[in-house]
């Protein structure tokens, strides 16, 4: 079975075909940049890189569109509070989320339009919508859209116009025919922020710019839009009327929609003082923390940020790492090569039937999980050319599905070698005073003094530093507790 997504617009866990059965074209709307980008830009933008990586994994072209919103109210205002001009702002805060995104390791789409760029084409687009009846100008000289004329007007966001009537708030553009009908032309002259048009100077309201922006990359119709489930309505509803009004087809086949982010169940927000910058959450926690804690939860629902989330992460990915380094000293040690094998066939089937399953992360994690426990049992068995097989076999999917979810690539010695820095400094010790104790403990042991020995071995233990002995060595790993301590102290 191919790929299920649940579709906004049927309510139902649709199967997906793409028009081409070769290439998927796909829009997410982006962030408006007026501010450094939030934990909630990075959840969206990982996941839709995802949906991506996971579709070209499948074997189509795809071609994902990002777009900046760089004209709105809420740039006009920050930028007039700092005393620069709408673009210098938004151009800076695009600069920022681009950074945010390269530390994120989320790749950039195929295009990142800005609406600053679409002045001309959304003139002429709703120069089309009016000659076509959907557009007219009003009392107050700006341009608005006749949504009572678009009949199915509501199918998206399932409400119909006369009830939404009671729910339009008397706002102060009075200039309108009806109250439920929307902006798509705003007259008015803010320096820095407003074009010339033929309804005279203004800016685009915020719909029309999505609408323009897709269909002049994708054209007027296009496989899967996707946006924060805070977007159905209005926003994605208006985009359908204006698109579908002008082409008299479909607009988006598809309509996916994450969930919100939570910090510690609640919204974030300024005001609530949770509010989590994404240059905050990285150099805090890491990318692979904040990944960790998003593939937690399927994308539909609203996802959690916690110290509980983050600690589990954490736990999660140690273990990883830990098995990654026993793969390699096991590959080294009976000198095996990772290209001899082919991806397994049995959990390749399970990851893509998780992800088939509405990109079902949690359940690809859990496929993950397995796939890692497997390895590490064929390596508690005696060796052989059969388990070895296998064991490369788990490896070369590892190296195949990893790289979509990105997790899990580091060196795992650079990883640990992080993570017990971060450890070590938080607790004021170093890593020559670990080694130092674990050659006193070894002194003794020599010595036969074994009371001595296994003090060191609990005072350490104590510290969170928990050593295991090997035939040749004795190396040393961070206890859960540790692991908790290191995220709830930050
Ligand atoms: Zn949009």
Redesign the pocket.
């Known amino acids: 079975m191919g790929l299920r997504l649940t579709n906004t617009l049927t309510g139902c866990k649709d199967e997906f075909v793409p028009s081409d059965p070769q290439y998927i074209k796909m829009?997410?709307?982006?962030v408006t940049v007026y501010d450094k980008c939030h934990l909630g830009h990075a959840m969206q933008a990982i996941l839709y890189d995802i949906f991506a990586r996971y579709l070209r994994f499948k074997g189509y072209k795809v071609t994902y569109v990002r777009?900046f919103?760089d004209v709105d109210d809420k740039i006009i205002a920050r930028a007039s509070q700092l005393g620069v001009s709408p673009l210098e702002l938004s151009d800076q805060m695009i600069e920022i989320s681009r950074r945010d995104m390269l530390s994120l390791k989320v790749k950039p789409a195929d295009f990142e339009p800005r609406v600053s760029e679409y002045i001309p084409q959304i003139i002429a687009y709703i120069q089309d919508l009016m000659t076509k009846g959907f557009a007219y100008v009003g009392q107050d000289g700006s341009v608005y859209f006749r949504v009572r004329l678009k009949e199915d007007y509501g199918k998206l966001s399932r409400q119909n116009i006369s009830e939404l009537r009671c729910g339009v708030r008397k706002d102060v553009e009075t200039g309108k025919e009806d109250p439920v009908d929307f902006a798509l032309w705003k007259v008015e002259e803010t320096p820095g922020a407003t074009w010339d048009s033929p309804w005279g100077r203004g800016r685009p309201g915020?719909?029309i710019?999505?609408?323009v922006?897709?269909s002049e990359i994708l054209g007027d119709s296009f496989d899967i839009?996707g946006?924060g489930r805070d977007?159905v309505f209005p926003?994605?509803e208006n985009?359908i009327a204006q698109s579908e009004a002008k082409s008299g087809g479909t607009y988006a086949r598809y309509w996916v929609h994450n969930g919100l982010l939570t910090v510690n169940r609640q919204k974030m927000s300024k005001s609530l003082n949770n509010f989590i910058s994404i240059e905050d959450a990285v150099r805090d926690y890491g990318y692979e923390l904040i990944r960790f804690n998003i593939y937690q939860y399927h994308y539909q629902s609203n996802i959690d940020f916690s110290a509980q989330g983050f600690f589990l992460g954490l736990s999660r990915l140690y273990s990883m790492y830990r098995t990654r380094q026993r793969v390699i000293d096991y590959m080294a040690r009976h000198d095996l090569t990772p290209q001899s094998a082919n991806s397994h066939p049995g959990f390749h089937q399970a990851f893509c039937e998780a992800m088939d399953d509405d990109f079902n992360l949690p359940r690809v994690m859990v496929v993950i999980q397995s796939v890692l426990q497997s390895q590490n049992e064929i390596m508690d068995k005696k060796f052989s050319a059969q388990n070895a097989m296998e064991l490369l076999s788990l490896e070369s999917l590892l190296h195949n599905i990893l790289p979509i979810l990105e997790i899990g690539l580091r060196e795992p010695q650079e990883f640990f070698h992080e993570i017990h820095s971060r450890y070590l400094a938080l607790k004021s010790l170093t890593f020559a005073w670990v080694t130092e104790k674990i050659e006193l403990r070894m002194k003794h042991r020599t010595d036969k003094n074994f009371a001595m020995a296994d003090q060191i071995r609990d005072e350490l233990l104590a510290l969170g530093v928990s050593l295991l002995d090997s035939r040749d060595k004795t190396s040393w790993e961070l206890s859960e507790k540790a692991l908790e301590e290191l995220i709830l102290l930050k």
Request: glycine share 10%; hydrophobic share 25%.
């Open positions: 829009y997410a709307c982006g777009n919103t915020w719909h710019e999505c609408s922006m897709a839009h946006g977007l926003h994605h985009e």
